[in-house]
């Protein structure tokens, strides 16, 4: 189980994870919590925020991500 802040769709379904490659990003479907152990997680919403921003400007384009705690996306499983 992970803590920290996770990069994660508004609707909270879906996760920022590395690729299998660990040379990219990818969105991953929160079906189950081991979706959670691949996430990329974060100590500190300033780090969070900082990759964020390097993923948005090497996209140049807005994502509809958000920075959450990842125990919120926990409590969906076993809350």
Same mark, same amino acid.
């Given at each position: 189980?992970?803590?920290?802040? +996770?990069?994660?769709?508004? #609707?909270?379904?879906? +996760?920022?994870c590395?690729?299998?490659?660990k #040379? ?5 479907f929160?079906?189950?919590?081991? +979706?959670?152990n691949k996430?990329?997680c974060? &100590?500190?919403r ?5 990759i964020?921003?390097r993923?948005?400007? &090497? ?8 920075i ?12």
């Amino acid at each position: 189980m992970q803590t920290g802040f +996770v990069l994660c769709s508004s #609707n909270l379904e879906r +996760v920022m994870c590395l690729t299998p490659e660990k #040379n990219g990003f990818q969105m991953e479907f929160l079906d189950n919590t081991l +979706v959670l152990n691949k996430a990329m997680c974060f &100590h500190n919403r300033t780090e969070a925020n900082n990759i964020l921003k390097r993923i948005q400007n &090497h996209l140049q384009k807005e994502l509809d991500i958000e920075i959450k705690n990842i125990a919120l996306l926990y409590k969906k499983f076993y809350g």
